[in-house]
Structure formats: C-alpha cells, structure tokens
C-alpha cells in the first residue's frame, strides 16, 4: 500500500504566510516550521540550562516541526480572521484538528503512534507552550526582517506581538533571556553580525 503523509508535507513548502500583507520577502510554512523549531529549542535549552528546567527539548522541536501539519489542507488563515471571535476561533481549532487526523490517517498503522504525540500535541505540555512561545517570536523576527527591509506594513504586527511576547516572558524567562541576549542580531547586516559581540 502506498501513503502520502511525506509528500503532502513536502507541500508546506507552497503554503504562504502572512497573506494579508506585502511582504519584501514572501515566507512559507515550510521555513517557519523550521524557524519555530530552531527557537523552541533555544527556549528549552535556556529554560533547562539557565533557570533549572526539565522540559524534553527533542519533544519541543518535533511538535514545532509538526505544528502547522493541519495548514498543508486548511490553509494558512490570517491571524485577525482566525482571532476574530471564539466562535471563529473554535471552529478553526476544531478543522485543524480534524485536518491534523486526515493527515495521519495517511500514515502506515505502525508510524501513526510515533507522529501523533507531536501532530496532536498535548496543548498543555511545557514543550508545546515553548513551541506557541516560539511560533511568537518567529513572527516578531519576521517583522524586524520587514522593517529592516524598509517595509512599514509589519510595524503595527511588531507592536502587537512584542507585547504579547512581553506578557508571556513573565511567567517564561526564558523569552527574557532571548530577548536579552539575541534579539539584537536579527536587525544587524551581514557585516555587522560578523563584528557583533566583540
């Protein structure tokens, strides 16, 4: 029998981000898995390393590399849709959701069990409040890329989700740690950051 869980994945990489605005440079699903994952295991290691954590950070970068599974179907919704109201918001959960089970369906009986923890991450999870952590400041990133970039359109959204990212560095130090000592670099040039520290 043949499946298609893989390819359908290798998809995300067609799925654009952050489709209401102008962008200098367009984002795919794909590349902000990897951007999330990336800085869910930065949080986990500064929040096990620095402030005396036992998060699993392997359990953190597998559910971030899976949290847009559901996406490769439904889409990428714009945030002010998706947010509009909790009766829109919970009906979208409940399509990821279904969507996310779609696409394990498409899995051989005996993988299903090892990608599930992650495609249907327990949302109460320690790693998985890294990876919303993460999904966060990958789009506060996205925004000092944009405004670097001369792109204005990005400024009201870096607003909004550095307060937000603020609210949740009071109970995640680890956000405040990043903040502290990488945030920084993402408004240097190249040049810049091969001098940056000294």
Not at 66 to 95: C, S, W
Not at 167 to 173: F, I, L, N, S
Request: glycine share 6%.
């Amino acid at each position: 029998m043949k499946y298609n869980f893989y390819a359908y994945m290798d998809r995300m990489k067609y799925i654009k981000r952050w489709q209401l605005m102008r962008s200098v440079r367009e984002e795919n699903i794909m590349e902000h898995s990897q951007s999330v994952a990336l800085l869910a295991h930065a949080l986990a290691v500064i929040r096990n390393k620095v402030f005396g954590g036992a998060v699993d950070a392997g359990k953190a970068v597998l559910c971030a590399v899976y949290h847009e599974t559901a996406e490769v179907m439904t889409g990428d919704l714009p945030t002010p849709i998706k947010y509009f109201n909790r009766g829109i918001q919970g009906e979208y959960k409940q399509l990821e959701r279904q969507a996310s089970e779609k696409m394990l369906a498409m899995l051989p009986a005996e993988l299903q069990g090892e990608l599930s923890p992650y495609v249907l991450a327990d949302e109460k999870s320690e790693e998985y409040k890294l990876v919303k952590a993460a999904d966060k400041l990958a789009a506060y990133i996205k925004c000092l890329e944009e405004l670097r970039s001369g792109n204005s359109e990005f400024a009201h959204a870096k607003k909004t989700i550095e307060s937000d990212l603020k609210e949740r560095a009071r109970t995640m130090p680890e956000l405040g740690y990043f903040f502290e000592h990488f945030i920084d670099g993402y408004s240097l040039t190249l040049d810049e950051l091969g001098s940056f520290g000294d």
